[in-house]
């Protein structure tokens, strides 16, 4: 069982950036697959950013590329979210999750771990 902890979120002026992170125990992250998922309100969770395990191939949905990055540092199992040039649009609750396996996992019925969200709130 793996246990992850989203922290990081608050609130923040448009233009401005943030820092996610996810912090996983209970096993090697650097076998796990990550992932970012926002849920806007009244809205669905959707998919933000994936990263791979072990060789650190990431993938990202259109909306943030270029402004968002994820990344992973496995010594301390731990996976961020670097989000630059915020809008209010990105306004949500941001997850991170994640799964046993090698490569990039985009689909959220895939993964079997959750975190609890975080709140990031982008003002106009």
């Known amino acids: 069982q793996v246990q992850l902890v989203e922290s990081g979120g608050g609130l923040v002026q448009a233009g401005g950036s943030l820092r996610l992170s996810c912090a996983a125990s209970?096993?090697?992250?650097?076998?796990?697959?990550m992932g970012w998922f926002r849920q806007p309100p009244g809205k669905e969770r959707e998919f933000v950013a994936a990263?791979?395990?072990?060789?650190?191939?990431?993938y990202y949905t259109d909306s943030v590329k270029g402004r968002f990055t994820i990344s992973r540092e496995n010594a301390k199992n731990t996976v961020y979210l670097q989000m630059n040039s915020l809008k209010p649009e990105d306004t949500a609750v941001y997850y991170c999750?994640?799964?046993?396996?090698?490569?990039?996992?985009?689909?959220?019925?895939?993964?079997?771990?959750w975190g609890q969200g975080t709140q990031v709130t982008v003002s106009s």
């Open positions: 209970g096993r090697s992250s650097s076998s796990i697959a």
């Open positions: 999750a994640g799964v046993q396996t090698l490569g990039v996992v985009v689909r959220r019925s895939e993964y079997s771990y």
């Open positions: 990263i791979s395990g072990s060789s650190g191939r990431t």
